[in-house]
Structures are given as C-alpha cells and as structure tokens.
C-alpha cells in the first residue's frame, strides 16, 4: 500500500477529512455489548512525564481479566474487579498483554518477553532485543511486537524472535492486527503497515499532512474490520483522534461533548488507549486524569465520564463488563 500526497479538506458534521491522492455522563444503568482485539500498549511520548508505578495493560482472560504492569506484576482480576492471583517478577516492567487460545504473552522493557503456554507458568523468552517493548498483536499466527527505536519483533513464540528494524522517527508506542493486515504508530507521528508481517510500509503522517494538522505524536492504534483508528496527541498537547478504511483517507472526529448541564465541552486529556464497540459502532478512549470517553457514530453524542483522579492505561472487556486499569494498580469494572 502506497500512502500519496494531499489534495483535499473536507469539514463535515464535526469531523476534518483528508483526502490524499496519495458530556460527561455517569455510564450508569446502560449495557453494551462490545467486541474488539485484546492486544493493549503503553509509552511515553515526546513531553509526556514519566508514568509512576501501576498498571500497564489489561487483557480478557478465561472467564476474567489479566492486568500487568510495573513491579513485573501479573494480576488475575475477576469480573467484579477483584484481584483474585498476583504474580511477581521482580526486576521487569511490564507494558503489553497478548493472549490467544493457549498463550498469555507479557512484555515490557529491555526486550522482556514472558510465555505462558497452556496455563502453565511464565517463561522467558530470547526476544533478540534489548528495547522496550510496547505493545503486542497477533497477526496471521505471528507475534507482533512494537519496540522502541523502530524494532518489529515477531515469531511463533516456539522458536528465536526475528527483528525488523524500520527506518522510523520514533519508537514503535502500539500495534494492531486484523485478518488481512497489520498496523501500527510512533510516538514521532508515523503509521507503518503490513499485509505478511514482513515488509513495512510507512506513513510519515505529520509530513504527509503537513499545513492540514498541527504535528501529532500517536498514543494507540486500533484495527478494526472495517475501520483503523488512531489516537494521540497534537505538538500543543491537545488530544486527537482520527480513522481510515484503508489507511489512505484519514478523518478526524472532533473530541467534543455536551456536559450535565448542556454547555459544550472538549477533551483536553492524553488518550491512552480504546477499544471499538462493534453492535453500538462507537469507540471507547481510556485517558489521563481519569477520563473515559465514547465516541458513537453521531458527532453531537459524545459522551464524557470522569471515573478516576489517576491516569487511565488499559481498557478491555467480556460480555458486558469493560475493565479499566491504570496508575498506583488503579483498577474498576463498569457496566456501559
């Protein structure tokens, strides 16, 4: 896939497209059913303070949830939101979760790879790197892992990890699968691509888009079936989210909502992470300060909630029940 250059904007209901040739609310009393890829991801990017203590990543796990994070702490959480089993490893950090059918893959910094194999116990494994790794994808049958400096790790998890190193800006902050492709973001605004988990091709976004947006620094992608969305933020520390069909067209979708009283709002916190609530078409960001924040189709029904005073890091979900985690081992479960 070729990425070309811009030759059009189009304002439309509250979303900015780019064509290139090339209010607060409670959640409460309310259940969705949500569906979506379990591979979570945490970084810093340009400016961002460093992250205390908590937790990183939140995956669905057997009729549950596995939470990891600094500390090499690896937690089994309950539907309720109850740590049920805590695991140490001291001297790791933790910053991604990965599961499959007979797998729990954990990574963090300096090249940490942990395998779990048919629930037995943790692992480790020769990732080939010692760069931070920020988050995990399953694509094709592959392990997919962003890096810091540019580095896609991939293998089987049975044999050596293969390292790719791209031609990249910035560290490799998230990366996400679907049946047909791979993508994935920089903390330096670029997106990277793949349909055989081997060859990358590269988005140099801020470049690309140069005199449509201010410079954006991504914080999380998220590949959907039919839509691949990015979230980050912009050089004056606003957030920004914007979404693609095919990684051609990008469209941005105002992060604005109405709070209790009806007066008009905008988010003004980093997000972290989302995922995409396939029956109500609408995406859910996790971010700093607490927020939680859902994104429907209709761009006059944003809705805000403030759930936390720590910063939001992970966010998955089972059946209708999301799990929320983040700093100082922050952890709620929500009916949406």
């Not at 205390?52 to 939140?58: D, F, K, N, P, Q």
């Not at 580095?151 to 049946?179: H, M, P, Q, W, Y």
């Not at 999301?322 to 479960?333: D, L, P, R, S, Y």
Request: aromatic share 10%; hydrophobic share 40%; with cysteine.
């Amino acid at each position: 896939m070729s990425f070309l250059n811009l030759q059009a904007v189009f304002v439309l209901l509250g979303s900015i497209i780019l064509l290139p040739p090339g209010k607060r609310s409670s959640f409460s009393g309310a259940i969705d059913t949500y569906t979506g890829q379990e591979s979570v991801s945490a970084f810093t990017y340009p400016g961002k303070r460093n992250k205390s203590e908590g937790y990183r990543a939140v995956i669905r796990y057997e009729d549950g949830f596995l939470a990891a994070g600094s500390g090499g702490r690896i937690d089994w959480i309950s539907v309720s939101g109850k740590t049920v089993k805590s695991e140490k490893f001291p001297g790791e950090n933790f910053n991604c979760l990965l599961a499959d059918d007979n797998k729990v893959i954990a990574a963090g910094n300096n090249g940490t790879i942990l395998i779990s194999s048919d629930k037995g116990i943790f692992r480790k494994a020769d990732s080939g790197t010692k760069m931070n790794i920020n988050s995990l994808a399953l694509f094709n049958g592959i392990i997919i892992a962003g890096a810091d400096q540019g580095e896609i790790i991939s293998g089987d998890g049975k044999g050596t990890f293969r390292k790719t190193l791209l031609g990249l800006k910035g560290n490799i902050v998230s990366v996400s699968a679907r049946r047909s492709d791979c993508y994935g973001v920089t903390n330096e605004g670029e997106i990277i691509h793949t349909t055989d988990g081997i060859n990358w091709d590269i988005l140099d976004f801020n470049r690309a888009y140069s005199g449509f947006y201010k410079p954006c620094f991504f914080t999380r992608i998220l590949a959907t079936e039919n839509r691949i969305a990015v979230a980050g933020i912009r050089n004056d520390g606003s957030p920004v989210f914007m979404f693609s069909s095919q990684g051609k067209v990008w469209t941005e979708k105002l992060l604005n909502y109405n709070d209790e009283q009806g007066l008009p709002g905008l988010l003004e916190d980093s997000p972290n992470d989302m995922f995409y609530d396939n029956a109500g078409d609408q995406f859910v960001l996790v971010c700093s300060n607490g927020k939680l924040m859902k994104l429907p189709s209709c761009s006059q029904c944003n809705m805000l909630a403030v759930i936390s005073d720590e910063d939001l890091e992970g966010i998955s979900f089972r059946e209708n029940t999301i799990m929320i985690v983040g700093e100082n081992f922050f952890v709620k479960a929500l009916k949406l």
